[in-house]
């Protein structure tokens, strides 16, 4: 069965406290894995796109790769305002289009 | 260039009604796709449309159902609602042949 777990569920940073973020994935046909960032009662903003076992993306602090079985999201020295629910998505054509999103990863930055 | 947007913003409902909600994709995007967000959970995917036609579908029962027009925008209509149903409803479009989706900003339905 097709699924995407991420872990931590919730993750408490410091200011300037790197860390990464994981999401591990099943899925047959897989035609991308996306990252999204969700702030509270808002739509998901989309963050990195990844495609290929060994790729890697970077946009500020944040730099995304993917292996054949996981994706990290690696945070570098984080601000409070990187505070926000962040969201893995496989995409799958096998049978249909689909989308499988994993159940995010809280990160709260303390200043 | 427009972002996607959602109407309404909040609706509440009560079980056994039927409900419909509306989607405007963002300006070049041809392909539009519709989720259910429960609270504390990631989005779910309902079904996908392109070209009017739907194209791939998650795990939904067929009271849920959709459509989209010519100048791409789209609808999503639920029957026979149930409470299980209250959650946040997200539409997302994207280019033709493109996984990157842009998502609005959601329409909060609530079930009572």
């Known amino acids: 069965e097709d699924q995407v777990t991420q872990s931590p569920e919730a993750l408490r940073l410091q200011e300037g406290e790197s860390s990464s973020l994981n999401c591990s994935y099943t899925?047959?046909?897989?035609?991308?894995l996306f990252w999204y960032r969700q702030d509270p009662g808002k739509g998901p903003e989309f963050l990195f796109t990844?495609?290929?076992a060994g790729e890697e993306k970077e946009k500020e602090r944040l730099k995304a790769t993917l292996t054949k079985k996981e994706s990290f999201l690696h945070i570098t020295a984080p601000k409070p305002e990187d505070s926000a629910t962040y969201l893995c998505a496989v995409h799958t054509n096998t049978g249909g289009f689909k989308t499988i999103f994993g159940a995010g990863t809280r990160l709260f930055v303390k200043a | 260039e427009t972002g996607v947007t959602q109407s309404p913003t909040h609706l509440i409902k009560t079980r056994g009604q039927q409900v419909t909600l509306r989607c405007s994709s963002q300006s070049g995007h041809n392909t539009v796709s519709w989720y259910q967000q429960a609270l504390g959970q990631g989005p779910q995917f309902i079904f996908q449309y392109y070209r009017e036609e739907e194209n791939g579908r998650g795990n939904f029962p067929p009271r849920f159902s959709g459509l989209q027009f010519p100048n791409y925008s789209s609808e999503l209509n639920v029957n026979a609602l149930e409470l299980d149903d209250s959650a946040l409803y997200l539409c997302a479009s994207s280019r033709q042949f493109s996984y990157e989706q842009y998502f609005g900003p959601g329409t909060r339905l609530t079930v009572t």
């Open positions: 990844l495609y290929s």
């Open positions: 899925v047959s046909g897989l035609r991308g």
